[in-house]
Nanobody, 124 residues
Framework: QVQLVESGGGLVQAGGSLRVSCAAS????????TGWFRQAPGKEREFVAA????????FYADSVKGRFTISRDNAKNTVYLQMNSLKPEDTAVYYC?????????????????WGRGTQVTVSS
């Protein structure tokens, strides 16, 4: 069983930076692919970024490529999402998800465990 808790969300001005974290319980987490998804009001949940269990591969949505960086520290059972050059359209609740997969994947169905989310608001 894996439990995920997101933190680090907040209010930031456009062009600013923010780092959100996903802390996991359960030793199995270090073997899991982990992803970040987001959901804005009135919109469907969408994929943001994913990292394989060993950090060897990453995958990004086109909308965040070059601005966001996903990384993980398995010694701390934590995955990070560094967000730079933030835009108002990045405003959403950001969710962390994990699943026993071999590679970074954008498919929601590949993730078995989900956190409750952290709010990120980017003001213009």
């Amino acid at each position: 069983q894996v439990q995920l808790v997101e933190s680090g969300g907040g209010l930031v001005q456009a062009g600013g930076s923010l780092r959100v974290s996903c802390a996991a319980s359960g030793r199995a987490f270090r073997w899991y692919t982990t992803g970040w998804f987001r959901q804005a009001p009135g919109k469907e949940r969408e994929f943001v970024a994913a990292v394989s269990w060993n950090g060897g591969s990453t995958f990004y949505a086109d909308s965040v490529k070059g601005r966001f960086t996903i990384s993980r520290d398995n010694a701390k059972n934590t995955v990070y999402l560094q967000m730079n050059s933030l835009k108002p359209e990045d405003t959403a609740v950001y969710y962390c998800a994990a699943g026993p997969r071999n590679s970074a994947t954008p498919m929601t169905s590949e993730y078995d465990y989900w956190g409750r989310g952290t709010q990120v608001t980017v003001s213009s």
